[in-house]
């Protein structure tokens, strides 16, 4: 019986020693590098991977790295037999990494990378208020003209803004959520994001919040 219970604490130690490890800033982009160059749309097409930026987030062992590439063709993932518009094409990549594993790679603020799809507007799924937000992040250069098309959005500096490209245009403006800051969704994904909901199958932008936070610029 002692035996059984000595064998049993030991794993439990160890289980929570391995739960309670730190990674370094390198040990996460060092995976995040490998998860991109190993995905289908780098795979198939890509070169000239480069880090852009890099920050720690809110959470514990939580890192959010900016990468560029270029693809040979247009488009996301594998696309072997599809037709394809052969133009050199930039792509941003924002990778998340947490407890040493990607949970989060969007590309393009369009096309998310682990399971393979567009993202969806949060607007279009009909979602409970458990339902984590789509965060979108201003890529730079920042637009320096804007069309008049009204799409509302909410900036992480918490003002309406027409549409998402005009947010943009603002120095002050790092991610936005879209709909009007009235409807509270700013709060939501702070709150969301403190509450530690960062979860590969949320597909979502939760990301770059915490980016915000550490500057704190909010």
């Known amino acids: ?39 289908p749309t780098y795979r198939f097409d890509g070169s000239n991977l480069k880090l852009k930026d890099s920050n720690s987030l809110g959470c514990r062992n939580c890192h959010i790295f900016i990468f560029e590439f270029l693809s040979a063709n ?3 993932g594998d696309r072997e037999g599809k037709e394809l518009a052969q133009v050199v094409t930039p792509h941003i990549s924002s990778v998340m990494v947490k407890d040493g594993k990607v949970v989060q790679a969007v590309i393009d603020n369009r096309w998310d990378e682990i399971r393979q799809r567009e993202l969806t507007d949060y607007e279009k799924k009909k979602v409970d208020d458990s339902s984590l937000i ?17 799409k509302p959005v909410c900036s992480s500096a918490k003002k309406d803004f027409e549409n998402a490209c005009k947010a943009c245009m603002s120095q002050y403006t790092k991610w936005y959520v879209e709909g009007e800051c009235s409807r509270g969704y700013v709060d939501k994904v702070l709150n969301d994001l403190t509450q530690g909901k ?20 909010i």
């Not at 002692?2 to 794993?11: A, E, S």
């Not at 789509?134 to 009204?150: I, L, M, Q």
């Open 198 to 217: 960062i979860t590969k199958e949320s597909g979502q932008f939760l990301v770059l919040v915490g980016w915000n936070l550490n500057e704190g610029t």
């Open 74 to 76: 247009a488009g996301y």
């Open 1 to 39: 019986m002692k035996q059984f219970l000595v064998v049993t604490i030991t794993m439990i130690v160890l289980l929570l020693a391995g739960c309670m490890r730190a990674y370094t800033m390198e040990e996460s982009e060092s995976v995040a590098r490998d998860f991109l160059i190993t995905s």
């Open 134 to 150: 789509p965060v979108y992040y201003c890529a730079k250069p920042r637009p320096k003209e804007c069309d008049e098309g009204t």
